[in-house]
């Protein structure tokens, strides 16, 4: 083989426990991309917080979203490289598929060292998170490029950024909501996504022009790494192959934690306002993610579904991720398949 796509994720932990927790959190909680402030600050937060306090409380969370085969992150994983790596056999092509995970086996640097070792110089490195941000996306390709610098002969690397503007993703996005929904009689749809302290998107706004507002509604030249206005774009992609009204869908943003102020509309809060407006049979997606999760299935699914149902709600769908749908593992497939063909 000479050429290889490389799909990247953050991880999760191997055992819903608190060890395996830790385990994690040793590396989560390490990454200067993920947190940024003081090495002090980070350590002082890893260790007498969230190693002592939470990595219990979650690893019990962990254990009620588990699989038979393990962390549904993780099996997800697996399943969409045995499908992606089948998909190029069948076709004739000579490429293997690697998984690499940040903070968890089969780690980025493990992933890189097993191709070098088999001799394959170009690389397609795939993030599986659809809207670019520094806290995701930079973080692993920094890793990537970590790696490729141990190399005896640099490999020729070639990296796509986000998903949120290829056809296929959205395509699959549309096809599995379709699916979900058909026959549901909901009142409105929300579009979560995962949230950013709102200094994460100033950072990478050099051209000044991020407001949170108006100015994420469309990708340009100024604003073309800016997460929030991607996500707007996923969202506006997706309807529009639904054929949606306007007022029937909204998009908000969750798993925000400390004093920051993160980007809004909160979906906690989102969901509540939404029984006030007589919206109460509502259904919800997460296309910031590729897989349930710990996010989609627990905080979505169980701690958000009880707040909509005590503020007066009466039906609550979460429509589950792309998972191991066959249109998500086709879209990965088109989707490598077209960036390859631009590695010399």
């Known amino acids: 083989m000479t050429k290889a796509v490389l799909l990247l994720n953050l991880g999760t932990?191997?055992?819903?426990?608190?060890?395996?927790?830790?385990?994690?959190?040793?590396?989560?909680?390490?990454?200067?991309?993920?947190?940024?402030?003081?090495?002090?600050?980070?350590?002082?937060?890893?260790?007498?917080?969230?190693?002592?306090?939470?990595?219990?409380?979650?690893?019990?969370?962990?254990?009620?979203?588990?699989?038979?085969?393990?962390?549904?992150?993780?099996?997800?994983?697996?399943?969409?490289?045995?499908?992606v790596q089948q998909a190029f056999a069948d076709s004739g092509e000579d490429v293997l598929v690697v998984n690499g995970m940040a903070y968890s086996a089969p780690f980025i640097h493990d992933a890189m060292a097993e191709l070098e070792r088999r001799g394959i110089r170009d690389i397609l490195v795939l993030s599986l998170f659809p809207q670019y941000s520094t806290a995701t996306s930079a973080s692993v390709f920094h890793g990537v490029r970590q790696a490729a610098a141990r190399w005896q002969q640099t490999p020729n690397l070639s990296f796509v950024n986000d998903l949120y503007g290829e056809a296929d993703f959205i395509a699959a996005w549309a096809g599995l909501v379709r699916k979900h929904l058909e026959g549901l009689a909901v009142d409105h749809v929300i579009f979560s996504y995962h949230g950013l302290p709102e200094k994460a998107i100033k950072k990478i706004d050099t051209a000044d022009v991020c407001k949170f507002g108006a100015c994420c509604q469309r990708v340009g030249e100024h604003n073309r790494l800016c997460y929030r206005a991607q996500c707007a774009a996923t969202t506006e992609g997706i309807v529009q192959q639904l054929g949606w009204e306007r007022d029937f869908y909204s998009m908000a943003f969750q798993s925000r934690f400390g004093r920051q102020v993160w980007i809004q509309p909160y979906l906690d809060q989102h969901i509540q306002e939404q029984v006030k407006m007589g919206h109460k049979r509502i259904a919800i997606l997460t296309p910031s993610f590729v897989s349930d999760c710990l996010e989609t299935i627990h905080e979505i699914g169980i701690e958000y579904r009880h707040q909509f149902m005590e503020a007066g709600g009466e039906e609550f769908h979460l429509v589950p991720n792309l998972n191991d749908d066959a249109g998500w593992f086709a879209a990965v497939h088109a989707i490598a398949r077209k960036h390859l063909a631009t590695l010399a």
Do not use: C, H
């Not at 990595?55 to 979203?65: G, M, N, V």
């Open 13 to 83: 932990p191997a055992e819903p426990t608190t060890k395996g927790l830790r385990d994690f959190y040793k590396y989560f909680f390490s990454d200067p991309f993920v947190f940024d402030m003081n090495p002090l600050g980070r350590w002082l937060l890893r260790n007498l917080i969230i190693q002592p306090f939470r990595a219990p409380k979650t690893a019990r969370d962990y254990a009620k979203i588990w699989m038979d085969d393990g962390s549904p992150l993780k099996v997800y994983a697996d399943r969409l490289q045995r499908s």
